[in-house]
């Protein structure tokens, strides 16, 4: 089970080896992908957590809905992550809806049973995903922090700079970060509007501290921007 052959290797956002059923034999014969067209839903809120999932390819949107019937947004998460998580640390019903964004979307699901062997016979792996659990709990208590009190602009100037942490490249001072995410996205994201999020950007980019297109955004010098 130590051996580098078993593991799933991604250097994308969570930076974490996640181990994939398809590479371990002894459960790989009893495992399939699901394939999920644009806008499909994995779960709904409510329903029985039973399983976590990795994302072989695509994007799953993460979120929930107010009482009002508003969407919430509280992730976007693309190959190589995993989501439905909590259902390790105690969470028997959905709080959250999970929905693919891309057609041809593809989960490799994972039972709780599953992944609690895999944890126990290696430690590193149960390290990881704890981690990841307590990184995520921390990234939406400083969300919601910034929806309360934070601006529109510094809401996503803090989101630009936590995007660099979270998956960003250091090219010398520059930081490219790579990402699908549309300004509709962002603007999910942060809490503001599309059209707020293309004036801000746009402003940034005028005063040379950003540069973007559709694969990536290039912060200047994260230091100045502000």
Not at 19 to 30: L, N, Q
Not at 203 to 217: G, H, V
């Amino acid at each position: 089970m130590s051996s580098n052959s078993t593991l799933w290797y991604f250097e994308d956002v969570d930076l974490f080896n996640l181990m994939c059923p398809h590479k371990i034999k002894t459960i790989s014969e009893r495992h399939s992908f699901n394939y999920y067209k644009k806008n499909q839903f994995v779960y709904f809120p409510e329903e029985p957590a039973k399983n976590i999932y990795m994302i072989a390819a695509g994007r799953i949107k993460i979120g929930h809905y107010t009482e009002e019937g508003k969407e919430v947004v509280k992730s976007i998460l693309s190959t190589g992550e995993i989501f439905g998580e909590l259902a390790l640390a105690g969470e028997e019903k959905r709080a959250d809806f999970a929905q693919a964004m891309d057609d041809n979307t593809t989960v490799c699901p994972i039972s709780i049973e599953e992944m609690q062997a895999l944890m126990a016979e290696n430690k590193e792996l149960s390290f990881k995903i704890y981690k990841l659990i307590g990184l995520r709990i921390r990234k939406l208590e400083r969300r919601i922090e910034s929806l309360v009190f934070k601006d529109a602009r510094t809401r996503i100037i803090d989101f630009l700079k936590d995007a660099a942490a979270w998956k960003g490249k250091k090219v010398g001072f520059e930081t490219m970060i790579p990402t699908k995410l549309t300004h509709k996205d962002i603007a999910n994201l942060t809490g503001t509007s599309r059209q707020t999020v293309t004036t801000i950007l746009n402003e940034l980019k005028e005063k040379n501290l950003i540069n973007f297109d559709r694969r990536k955004i290039l912060i200047r010098d994260i230091d100045k921007l502000c």
